[in-house]
């Protein structure tokens, strides 16, 4: 007989663990499972990223990112006190080096002020000179509040506290096949059979491909761009002291060549948005046929292509010569040399594309029967994933009373 559970979670990122943590801290008799289809949990964009807790400036005011990510960013920091997880208060510079950018500096200034950031000032570039003293800039917003973490270990103890809670979780578990009857769902993986009430769909670059399987049609295509890092050896750390970003294009939904101090003293610088021939393809000539023959039959695709074509050759440019990258990097930090960047792991974000081939910015979650489908949750979703765990289980405790 397949195991039987009042819900069970697909993916052991860091939105699916989050999940399922505040489901049962809601509703502890609710019998859980996650499954995950990698050996180790957060394998993919929860173990690939920049490790920022994003203070929610970029944000539109009223947006699910605003409201999560400013939240999810406070209790990020408190649960990573709590338990002891490394957490470094760096605080960010966000910079303009030309003036045609000081009128999107006081956009976003603005924004943030309608966002509530804590401790955000406009600072000119003698403050600027004192706080980074190798950036050049006209002004800057100052961001004192932003840290970073280590989200593969707050992954592990969100993990540790839904088996501690009696959840179960299941790695080397694919869902393979997923099928409604009238009252539940029956789940396959190459090993075992489940049956559950209630879906929820984490699958991050696969939640759509997910949620086809599970019959939903919402019209939205995961398009992976593999964001390729250069490192900075420890020695050179006398670079940047904290974030360092550029005032970012509003049109994209990517914040520019960046310096990302880490945890273990280097400096991350980049990274760039490219196009990813596979969605988990982390090295350059990864390819997946499935992938591909899915992108172009994609209207959804072409139609993106078409709008951003200029800004993906621009990004391209910079994958491929190191040169276009360093330049990139120059106009914050001009004393950056080529030998200061080693090459570094990469990371695919899953950015969900419309059939109109527009790139959706905001976290889109969408039910349908007895099924919760998270079809975006990019960047900052790991900053705001307590909040989005909270969002879920608030939106799902009427079916688990
Ligand atoms: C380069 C980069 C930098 C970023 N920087 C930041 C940052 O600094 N701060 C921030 O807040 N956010 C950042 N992000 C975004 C953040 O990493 C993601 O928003 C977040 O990790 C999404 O988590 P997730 O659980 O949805 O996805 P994932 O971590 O990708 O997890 C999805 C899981 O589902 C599993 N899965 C898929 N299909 C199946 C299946 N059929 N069966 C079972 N399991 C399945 C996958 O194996 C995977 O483990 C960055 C992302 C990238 C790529």
């Known amino acids: 007989m397949p195991a039987t559970y009042d819900v069970v979670i697909i993916g052991g990122g860091i939105v699916g663990l989050a999940t ?24 993919h964009q929860t173990g690939r990223n920049s490790g920022v807790v994003h203070s929610g400036i970029y944000y539109r005011p009223n947006s699910l990112k605003a409201a999560l990510c400013r939240d999810g960013a406070q209790r990020l920091t408190a649960f990573c006190h709590e338990r002891g997880l490394p957490y470094r208060r760096c605080g960010k510079v966000i910079v303009a080096v030309e003036p045609d950018e000081l009128s999107r500096l006081a956009m976003l200034e603005e924004r943030g002020r309608a966002n509530h950031i804590p401790g955000l000032s406009r600072i000119g570039p003698e403050r600027l000179h004192e706080l980074e003293p190798c950036v ?5 917003l100052h961001l004192p509040e932003v840290g970073i973490v280590d989200y593969v270990a707050i992954a592990y103890a969100f993990a540790e506290d839904i088996t501690r809670a009696g959840g179960t979780i299941q790695t080397d578990a694919r869902i393979t096949h997923l099928r409604f009857d009238t009252s539940r769902w029956h789940l396959e993986t190459p090993r ?8 929820i769909n984490c699958g991050g670059l696969h939640s759509d491909r997910l949620a086809r399987l599970a019959g939903d ?10 964001g390729e890092y250069s490192t900075i050896p ?25 310096f990302t101090p880490t945890l273990a003293h280097e400096i991350h610088v980049g990274p760039n948005a490219v196009l990813a021939l596979k969605r988990e393809g982390y090295r350059r000539g990864d390819i997946n046929l499935r992938d591909c023959v899915e992108l172009v039959t994609s209207r959804g695709f072409w139609r993106m292509a078409r ?17 276009a990258l360093l330049k990139a990097a120059q106009r914050l930090v001009p004393s950056l040399k080529t030998n200061d960047l080693w090459p570094s792991p990469a990371g695919v974000r899953a950015q969900a594309v419309g059939l109109d081939g527009s790139l959706l910015d905001d976290f889109v979650m969408r039910e349908s029967a007895a099924a919760l489908h998270i079809y975006n949750a990019p960047s900052p979703a790991a900053t705001a994933s307590l909040s989005i765990g909270d969002a879920i289980a608030q939106r799902l405790a009427a079916h688990l009373a």
């Open 307 to 323: 709008r951003y074509w200029s800004v993906g050759l621009e990004e391209l440019a910079r994958a491929w010569d190191r040169r």
């Open 20 to 43: 399922g943590r505040a489901l049962l801290q809601r509703s502890p008799h609710v019998r859980l499972l996650l499954v995950e289809k990698e050996a180790r949990l957060a394998s």
């Open 192 to 199: 075992a059979r489940y049956r559950s009430r209630l879906l």
């Open 136 to 140: 050049r800039g006209l002004q800057a």
């Open 234 to 258: 420890a020695h050179g750390r006398r670079l940047v002291n904290g974030l360092v970003y550029p005032v970012p294009n509003p049109a994209m939904p990517f914040l520019g060549v960046h």
């Open 217 to 226: 049609t919402f019209p939205v295509r995961i398009v992976p761009f593999r």
